[in-house]
């Protein structure tokens, strides 16, 4: 790991010694700005998202977390003693450090699931209709006409067709959580 503090990253975040920084940083584990200002938070966030091509967590406590947050692509607000802005700022809001394991391994874990299968099932959904439209239209020469009313088709889409991915997104969980808090990578398989 590497541990730095405000005043060094001030001079790694001049341009003569970013890269250096940043091959530094891609072969550690893990990264401890302590002392750092809110400028300089955010300013490092957005060298690793632009530079490594990253995707970005952030996790603050106080408001002078909030810049930080809002440049990540995914902020997480601890609310506690320094106040509510870091939560306000955030996307996803927690009450202490502690479940941030399980707010990333367990939750994060179901939500590429759900959204990847609903994604499928939206595809595959289209597909059937569009190619449903399309052999009709031999059958009628290519006329135009309609080939079905209008109330089946809105009735396709909201109800016949959309509450099951709706029902199997909020209620799918292919793994347990106490799996995925044993096997963290499980994770990936997701990404």
Known sequence: GLVIDGRTLEHVLHDSLQNIFLELTEKCRAV???QA???QKSVLVKLVRS???AMTLAVGDGANDVSMIQVADVGVGISGQEGM???MASDFAISQF???RKLLLVHGHWCYTRLTNMVLYYFYKNVTYVNLLFWYQFFCGFSGTSMTDYW???LFNL???SVPPIIYGVLDKD???EILMELPQLYTMGQ
């Open 32 to 34: 401890v700005c302590c």
């Open 37 to 39: 200002t809110p400028l």
């Open 51 to 53: 530079k490594l091509k």
């Open 85 to 87: 802005q870091a939560v």
């Open 98 to 100: 502690k479940h941030l």
């Open 152 to 154: 089946i088709l809105i």
């Open 159 to 161: 109800l016949f067709t």
């Open 175 to 177: 793994v347990s959580a």
